[in-house]
């Protein structure tokens, strides 16, 4: 159901200590600020889901894991499991993270795996998709995100695909302090929507939410969730910090 959303990806930062810290300040200003109308998501590394769950509870705030393997269990050292995630009551994975694809080799094909397994096990995938700054460049930039949709998606049935969350990310714009302009995030939201519309329908493509990433922070936010095909956010570096996190979240 499409929801106003704002999500922090902490990648691969924070020690115990700081992410305990982290986690229980977002809970409680969430809490304390009575924000609403909006889900509130972190996405912590693996080993903090645990504790950021039950920082969390009561408070609003929801926890989200980073990726998923795309097999059910067994012997693959190293990985970990939606089967896993699940049993420890984790309601959020990201899948598709463009540093994913790019550093981890990982195909909308492999991705249509982890969406299923996901799926089948209650988990809601952030789904994310962007163009490099070369694609951009070339003006390919609205069929290559599309076909991101088309390869990973569009085997899925209007019912599953209405429990996914799409993040638009541009690759130029994360990390980089340098933000897609509203326009440019309001225009490839409305062209995802109706990329899914012809495929499923006005009403379904309706339903979806999709957020934006890619230097979110507070003295932008507010322009960017303005745009009326922008649910919200994927927030990476600007959510390391509590206060300005909690800004982001509350310019809806
Ligand atoms: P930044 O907000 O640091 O640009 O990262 C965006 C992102 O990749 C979130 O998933």
Redesign the pocket.
């Known amino acids: 159901m499409r929801k106003n959303l704002v999500?922090g990806?902490w990648?691969m930062n924070t020690s115990f200590q700081e992410a305990k810290k982290l986690a229980s300040e977002v809970a409680n200003m969430v809490k304390d600020e009575e924000i609403s109308g909006v889900e509130v998501v972190i996405?912590v590394p693996f080993p903090y889901l645990s504790v950021a769950s039950k920082l969390s509870e009561g408070t609003g705030v929801k926890v989200g894991a980073q990726n998923c393997s795309q097999k059910a269990s067994g012997a693959y050292t190293g990985e970990v499991s939606v089967t896993m995630l699940k049993s420890m009551e984790v309601p959020y994975v990201?899948i598709g993270?463009?540093?994913r694809r790019e550093y981890f080799s990982e195909s909308n094909e492999l991705l249509t795996e982890k969406i299923d397994i996901a799926l089948a096990n209650d988990l809601t995938p952030i789904f994310?998709c962007g163009e490099s700054l070369e694609t951009r460049e070339a003006g390919d930039h609205f069929e290559f995100v599309c076909q991101q949709l088309t390869e990973s998606l569009f085997h899925l049935t209007a019912e599953q695909l209405q429990k996914l969350v799409i993040?638009y990310?541009p690759i130029w714009?994360?990390?980089?302090?340098k933000?897609a302009s509203a326009e440019q995030a309001q225009e490839m939201h409305a062209k995802l929507r109706s990329h899914l519309a012809n495929q499923y329908g006005n009403e379904v493509a309706e339903e979806i939410s999709i957020l934006y990433?890619?230097?979110?922070?507070p003295n932008n936010a507010k322009e960017i969730f303005a745009g009326k095909d922008v649910d919200g956010g994927?927030?990476?570096?600007?959510?390391l910090d509590s206060r300005g996190f909690v800004d982001i979240i509350k310019s809806f």
């Open positions: 999500a990806n990648k996405c990201v993270h463009s540093e994310c993040a990310e714009a994360i990390g980089t302090g933000t990433g890619g230097s979110v922070k994927l927030v990476g570096g600007a959510s």
